[in-house]
Protein backbone atom coordinates (compact mmCIF):
# COMPACT_ATOMS: atom_id res chain seq x y z
CA UNK A 1 0.00 0.00 0.00
CA UNK A 2 2.67 2.49 1.15
CA UNK A 3 4.90 1.61 -2.58
CA UNK A 4 1.86 2.59 -4.73
CA UNK A 5 0.99 5.55 -2.59
CA UNK A 6 4.41 7.18 -2.56
CA UNK A 7 3.94 6.53 -6.44
CA UNK A 8 0.84 7.83 -6.89
CA UNK A 9 2.09 11.74 -5.87
CA UNK A 10 4.68 12.00 -8.57
CA UNK A 11 2.03 11.31 -10.97
CA UNK A 12 -0.45 13.70 -9.84
CA UNK A 13 2.26 16.51 -9.59
CA UNK A 14 2.52 15.85 -13.43
CA UNK A 15 -0.47 16.20 -14.04
CA UNK A 16 -0.84 19.17 -12.03
CA UNK A 17 2.34 20.54 -13.98
CA UNK A 18 0.63 19.62 -17.54
CA UNK A 19 -2.59 21.34 -16.40
CA UNK A 20 -1.56 24.59 -15.24
CA UNK A 21 0.91 24.50 -18.57
CA UNK A 22 -2.39 24.25 -20.60
CA UNK A 23 -4.06 26.89 -18.52
CA UNK A 24 -1.41 29.36 -19.71
CA UNK A 25 -1.47 28.44 -23.01
CA UNK A 26 -5.09 29.31 -23.14
CA UNK A 27 -5.46 31.76 -20.82
CA UNK A 28 -2.52 34.30 -21.35
CA UNK A 29 -2.36 36.32 -24.39
CA UNK A 30 1.63 36.20 -24.22
CA UNK A 31 1.58 32.53 -24.23
CA UNK A 32 -0.46 32.51 -27.47
CA UNK A 33 1.80 33.60 -29.87
CA UNK A 34 3.23 30.24 -30.94
CA UNK A 35 -0.62 28.50 -30.28
CA UNK A 36 -3.36 30.23 -32.59
CA UNK A 37 -6.38 30.15 -30.71
CA UNK A 38 -9.31 27.56 -31.29
CA UNK A 39 -13.10 27.79 -31.56
CA UNK A 40 -12.87 25.44 -27.99
CA UNK A 41 -11.10 27.66 -26.01
CA UNK A 42 -14.13 28.96 -24.16
CA UNK A 43 -15.25 25.71 -23.93
CA UNK A 44 -11.32 24.20 -22.15
CA UNK A 45 -11.54 27.59 -20.27
CA UNK A 46 -14.81 26.55 -18.29
CA UNK A 47 -14.16 23.05 -18.05
CA UNK A 48 -10.34 23.71 -16.63
CA UNK A 49 -12.31 26.49 -13.97
CA UNK A 50 -14.63 23.71 -13.23
CA UNK A 51 -12.10 21.10 -12.63
CA UNK A 52 -10.05 23.95 -10.84
CA UNK A 53 -12.53 25.64 -8.70
CA UNK A 54 -15.60 23.26 -8.88
CA UNK A 55 -19.12 24.68 -8.82
CA UNK A 56 -19.02 27.13 -6.12
CA UNK A 57 -21.51 25.06 -3.94
CA UNK A 58 -20.75 25.51 -0.24
CA UNK A 59 -19.87 22.40 1.99
CA UNK A 60 -22.46 22.41 5.13
CA UNK A 61 -21.12 19.93 6.94
CA UNK A 62 -17.02 19.38 6.66
CA UNK A 63 -16.39 23.05 6.45
CA UNK A 64 -14.81 24.99 8.74
CA UNK A 65 -16.10 27.80 10.80
CA UNK A 66 -14.97 31.17 13.25
CA UNK A 67 -16.85 31.57 16.37
CA UNK A 68 -18.04 35.59 17.36
CA UNK A 69 -15.39 35.75 19.78
CA UNK A 70 -12.80 34.98 16.89
CA UNK A 71 -14.72 37.56 14.82
CA UNK A 72 -14.74 39.93 16.88
CA UNK A 73 -10.68 40.43 16.42
CA UNK A 74 -10.87 40.88 12.93
CA UNK A 75 -10.55 44.19 10.95
CA UNK A 76 -10.56 45.75 8.20
CA UNK A 77 -7.96 44.73 5.58
CA UNK A 78 -7.01 41.41 7.84
CA UNK A 79 -6.31 38.19 5.52
CA UNK A 80 -8.51 35.26 6.08
CA UNK A 81 -6.52 32.50 4.33
CA UNK A 82 -8.43 29.09 3.68
CA UNK A 83 -7.82 25.85 1.97
CA UNK A 84 -9.96 24.40 -0.04
CA UNK A 85 -11.74 21.72 -1.36
CA UNK A 86 -10.84 19.08 -4.00
CA UNK A 87 -8.44 17.65 -5.99
CA UNK A 88 -7.33 20.64 -7.52
CA UNK A 89 -6.67 22.58 -3.97
CA UNK A 90 -4.81 18.98 -2.73
CA UNK A 91 -2.88 19.79 -6.18
CA UNK A 92 -1.36 23.28 -4.74
CA UNK A 93 -1.16 22.21 -1.46
CA UNK A 94 1.41 19.84 -2.36
CA UNK A 95 3.04 21.83 -4.77
CA UNK A 96 3.67 24.53 -2.51
CA UNK A 97 4.65 22.08 -0.09
CA UNK A 98 4.52 24.66 2.99
CA UNK A 99 3.94 24.32 6.90
CA UNK A 100 -0.01 25.61 6.66
CA UNK A 101 -1.24 24.02 3.52
CA UNK A 102 -3.97 26.97 2.44
CA UNK A 103 -4.50 27.56 -1.29
CA UNK A 104 -6.49 30.99 -0.68
CA UNK A 105 -7.12 34.01 0.43
CA UNK A 106 -8.85 36.91 0.96
CA UNK A 107 -9.53 40.46 2.64
CA UNK A 108 -11.50 40.82 5.41
CA UNK A 109 -14.38 43.81 5.27
CA UNK A 110 -15.92 44.65 8.57
CA UNK A 111 -19.55 46.46 8.60
CA UNK A 112 -21.20 45.16 5.11
CA UNK A 113 -24.55 44.75 4.77
CA UNK A 114 -23.88 40.93 5.62
CA UNK A 115 -21.59 41.74 8.56
CA UNK A 116 -18.35 40.91 8.59
CA UNK A 117 -17.51 39.80 4.93
CA UNK A 118 -14.79 38.79 2.79
CA UNK A 119 -13.16 40.57 -0.13
CA UNK A 120 -12.00 37.67 -2.88
CA UNK A 121 -11.29 36.52 -6.26
CA UNK A 122 -12.44 33.10 -7.12
CA UNK A 123 -13.46 31.03 -10.38
CA UNK A 124 -15.84 28.74 -10.67
CA UNK A 125 -19.06 27.94 -12.13
CA UNK A 126 -20.96 31.03 -10.62
CA UNK A 127 -18.23 33.72 -10.53
CA UNK A 128 -15.33 34.49 -12.31
CA UNK A 129 -13.32 37.54 -10.65
CA UNK A 130 -13.56 39.76 -7.23
CA UNK A 131 -16.32 39.11 -5.01
CA UNK A 132 -17.78 40.19 -1.32
CA UNK A 133 -19.07 37.61 0.31
CA UNK A 134 -20.23 37.01 3.80
CA UNK A 135 -17.38 35.10 6.17
CA UNK A 136 -20.04 32.28 7.30
CA UNK A 137 -20.36 31.64 3.02
CA UNK A 138 -16.59 32.23 2.50
CA UNK A 139 -15.38 29.82 5.51
CA UNK A 140 -17.70 27.12 4.37
CA UNK A 141 -15.55 26.40 1.25
CA UNK A 142 -13.03 25.67 3.56
CA UNK A 143 -11.78 22.62 5.36
CA UNK A 144 -11.92 21.91 8.53
CA UNK A 145 -9.17 23.50 10.81
CA UNK A 146 -7.93 25.33 7.62
CA UNK A 147 -8.81 28.30 8.43
CA UNK A 148 -5.63 31.76 9.43
CA UNK A 149 -5.99 34.96 10.02
CA UNK A 150 -3.45 37.26 9.81
CA UNK A 151 -2.85 41.24 9.94
CA UNK A 152 0.28 43.05 8.18
CA UNK A 153 2.40 44.48 10.89
CA UNK A 154 1.93 47.81 12.84
CA UNK A 155 4.29 49.75 10.47
CA UNK A 156 2.33 48.30 7.28
CA UNK A 157 -0.89 48.55 8.21
CA UNK A 158 -2.86 51.18 6.70
CA UNK A 159 -6.53 49.48 6.58
CA UNK A 160 -8.32 52.59 5.37
CA UNK A 161 -5.87 52.09 1.98
CA UNK A 162 -6.05 48.59 1.06
CA UNK A 163 -9.61 48.09 1.58
CA UNK A 164 -9.96 51.47 -0.54
CA UNK A 165 -7.40 49.99 -3.26
CA UNK A 166 -9.34 46.16 -2.77
CA UNK A 167 -12.84 47.94 -4.07
CA UNK A 168 -11.18 49.81 -6.55
CA UNK A 169 -10.21 46.92 -8.24
CA UNK A 170 -13.53 45.50 -7.49
CA UNK A 171 -15.06 47.89 -9.46
CA UNK A 172 -12.95 47.45 -12.35
CA UNK A 173 -14.96 44.39 -12.98
CA UNK A 174 -10.99 42.57 -12.76
CA UNK A 175 -11.51 38.52 -13.81
CA UNK A 176 -9.51 35.90 -12.41
CA UNK A 177 -6.40 34.83 -13.51
CA UNK A 178 -6.76 31.50 -14.79
CA UNK A 179 -2.98 31.40 -16.29
CA UNK A 180 -1.37 32.07 -12.49
CA UNK A 181 0.60 34.80 -14.88
CA UNK A 182 1.75 37.67 -11.87
CA UNK A 183 3.70 39.76 -14.71
CA UNK A 184 0.43 41.92 -15.61
CA UNK A 185 -2.07 43.02 -13.93
CA UNK A 186 -5.00 42.81 -16.79
CA UNK A 187 -6.56 39.00 -14.93
CA UNK A 188 -4.98 38.28 -11.14
CA UNK A 189 -5.71 35.39 -9.17
CA UNK A 190 -5.62 35.93 -4.65
CA UNK A 191 -2.31 36.55 -3.68
CA UNK A 192 -1.57 38.42 -6.80
CA UNK A 193 -4.67 40.98 -6.14
CA UNK A 194 -2.79 41.26 -2.88
CA UNK A 195 0.51 41.57 -3.84
CA UNK A 196 -0.04 44.49 -6.44
CA UNK A 197 -2.57 46.45 -3.53
CA UNK A 198 0.34 45.83 -1.07
CA UNK A 199 2.65 47.43 -3.62
CA UNK A 200 0.41 50.37 -4.54
CA UNK A 201 -0.20 51.07 -0.34
CA UNK A 202 3.34 50.40 1.01
CA UNK A 203 5.73 50.59 -1.48
CA UNK A 204 7.34 47.31 -1.07
CA UNK A 205 7.26 44.23 -1.97
CA UNK A 206 5.55 41.99 1.15
CA UNK A 207 4.81 38.78 -1.12
CA UNK A 208 8.60 38.53 -2.01
CA UNK A 209 8.91 34.61 -1.94
CA UNK A 210 7.84 32.63 -4.99
CA UNK A 211 7.84 28.41 -5.86
CA UNK A 212 9.26 27.56 -8.91
CA UNK A 213 8.81 23.80 -9.82
CA UNK A 214 9.03 23.22 -13.77
CA UNK A 215 7.04 25.38 -15.70
CA UNK A 216 5.60 26.63 -12.75
CA UNK A 217 6.22 29.69 -11.07
CA UNK A 218 3.25 31.74 -8.65
CA UNK A 219 3.69 33.56 -5.37
CA UNK A 220 4.38 31.59 -2.19
CA UNK A 221 1.10 31.52 0.20
CA UNK A 222 3.35 31.21 3.14
CA UNK A 223 4.23 35.18 2.36
CA UNK A 224 1.52 35.46 4.70
CA UNK A 225 2.91 33.74 7.47
CA UNK A 226 6.46 35.67 7.47
CA UNK A 227 6.18 37.28 10.69
CA UNK A 228 8.43 40.24 9.52
CA UNK A 229 5.58 41.53 7.60
CA UNK A 230 2.42 39.72 9.43
CA UNK A 231 1.03 38.76 12.53
CA UNK A 232 -0.95 35.67 12.72
CA UNK A 233 -4.27 36.25 14.34
CA UNK A 234 -5.62 33.39 14.31
CA UNK A 235 -4.93 29.62 13.22
CA UNK A 236 -6.99 27.02 13.08
CA UNK A 237 -4.15 24.77 12.01
CA UNK A 238 -3.30 24.81 15.75
CA UNK A 239 -4.12 21.40 17.04
CA UNK A 240 -5.20 23.26 20.88
CA UNK A 241 -7.50 26.55 19.98
CA UNK A 242 -7.08 29.45 18.46
CA UNK A 243 -3.83 31.02 18.13
CA UNK A 244 -4.07 34.38 19.03
CA UNK A 245 -1.45 36.94 19.35
CA UNK A 246 -1.26 40.50 20.70
CA UNK A 247 -3.85 42.64 18.56
CA UNK A 248 -2.71 46.18 17.64
Known amino acids: MNKKKHAFHPLFNRLFTLLFSLITISCNPASRQNHPVSETDSSFVNLTRHLLFGSGEKNTFKSDTLNEAEISLLKDGDILLRRGYGTISDFIARFLSEKYPVTHCGFIIRNTRDGTSVLHTIS ?33 CKPEEVVSHAFQYLEQNIEFDMG ?34 QSIDVLSMDNFIDSIYFDIIINHFDSTTAKQVQIH
Open 124 to 156: NDKTNGMIIESIKDYSLQSQKGSLIAVRPKKEY
Open 180 to 213: FDDKNSNTLYCAEMMRNIFLEVYKKDLLPRRTKK
